[in-house]
């Protein structure tokens, strides 16, 4: 399989030049992509040159007080056959900044929160931030793209930063959305009922030794 593609992404910044320049922060982002695969069904079903690789987005963050804010991001996405193409809501939260020194910070989120748990998982969600065009399938299945983002319910997130380098500690509850044809995508073509997400339980340490470019970790998840 011979696979071809070029990727055009542009960042475009909005700044706010109201009284709530400094506690309002307004972002976009626009990325197009060209894609052929030869005797393959990715991304079309026909194997020819696509531009089926459209991401629209916009995002906001509003600090309401020094400890409180609301951030928010609505895309627009066309990838093919990989997932509906649409209007989607990819986080919208009410963070509360619970405890904020010099070498730590503790805050919650609650509301649709961001996954922070998987590689990349945080930031695949805006073109430039990510390592490639397309992440690997096998471990990032776009299929399921709304489901592994993030989860409707609450997030804790711990930083701090000491001799050893930097940790983030992520612990959140709640559940995902799954959509008809995101159950398609898992069940196959024929079913025809509802699947839904009770619950989902999930813990991650990251480590980044410092003066390196490693980083360590473990993740757990309970449903």
Same mark, same amino acid.
């Given at each position: 399989?011979?696979?071809?593609?070029?990727?055009?992404?542009?960042?475009?910044? %909005?700044?706010?030049?109201? =009284? !709530?320049? #400094?506690?309002?922060?307004? *972002?976009?982002?626009?990325? $197009?992509?060209?894609? +052929?695969?030869?005797?393959?069904?990715?991304?079309?079903?026909?194997?020819?040159?696509?531009?089926?690789?459209?991401?629209?987005?916009?995002?906001?963050?509003?600090?309401?007080?020094?400890?409180?804010?609301?951030?928010?991001?609505?895309?627009?996405?066309?990838?093919?056959?990989?997932?509906?193409?649409? %209007?989607?809501?990819?986080? =919208? !939260?009410? #963070?509360?900044?619970?405890? *904020?020194?010099?070498?730590? $910070?503790?805050?919650? +989120?609650?509301?649709?929160?961001?996954?922070?748990?998987?590689?990349?998982?945080?930031?695949?969600?805006?073109?430039?931030?990510?390592?490639?065009?397309?992440?690997?399938?096998?471990?990032?299945?776009?299929?399921?793209?709304?489901?592994?983002?993030?989860?409707?319910?609450?997030?804790?997130?711990?930083?701090?930063?000491?001799?050893?380098?930097?940790?983030?500690?992520?612990?959140?509850?709640?559940?995902?959305?799954?959509?008809?044809? +995101?159950?398609?995508?898992?069940?196959?073509?024929?079913?025809?009922?509802?699947?839904?997400?009770?619950?989902?339980?999930?813990?991650?340490?990251?480590?980044?030794?410092?003066?390196?470019?490693?980083?360590?970790?473990?993740?757990?998840?309970?449903?």
């Amino acid at each position: 399989m011979k696979l071809s593609s070029l990727f055009i992404c542009l960042g475009l910044l %909005f700044q706010s030049n109201s =009284l !709530f320049a #400094e506690s309002l922060k307004l *972002n976009g982002f626009v990325a $197009q992509g060209i894609i +052929q695969a030869y005797d393959s069904n990715f991304v079309t079903d026909e194997g020819g040159v696509s531009l089926e690789l459209t991401e629209l987005g916009i995002n906001s963050s509003y600090r309401i007080n020094p400890s409180f804010r609301v951030a928010g991001q609505a895309v627009y996405l066309d990838g093919g056959n990989r997932y509906p193409d649409g %209007f989607r809501v990819d986080y =919208l !939260f009410l #963070e509360w900044q619970i405890f *904020n020194k010099a070498n730590w $910070q503790v805050k919650a +989120q609650i509301g649709r929160n961001k996954n922070y748990h998987w590689l990349y998982s945080s930031t695949r969600d805006v073109p430039h931030t990510r390592p490639s065009i397309i992440l690997p399938q096998s471990l990032y299945f776009d299929a399921f793209r709304d489901v592994a983002l993030g989860v409707d319910g609450l997030m804790l997130i711990a930083q701090t930063d000491n001799k050893l380098g930097e940790w983030d500690i992520n612990l959140s509850y709640g559940n995902s959305r799954i959509s008809s044809e +995101q159950t398609k995508n898992l069940l196959g073509a024929s079913a025809t009922g509802k699947l839904k997400h009770d619950s989902d339980k999930q813990f991650s340490v990251y480590w980044r030794p410092k003066l390196t470019n490693f980083q360590f970790g473990f993740f757990i998840t309970g449903c």
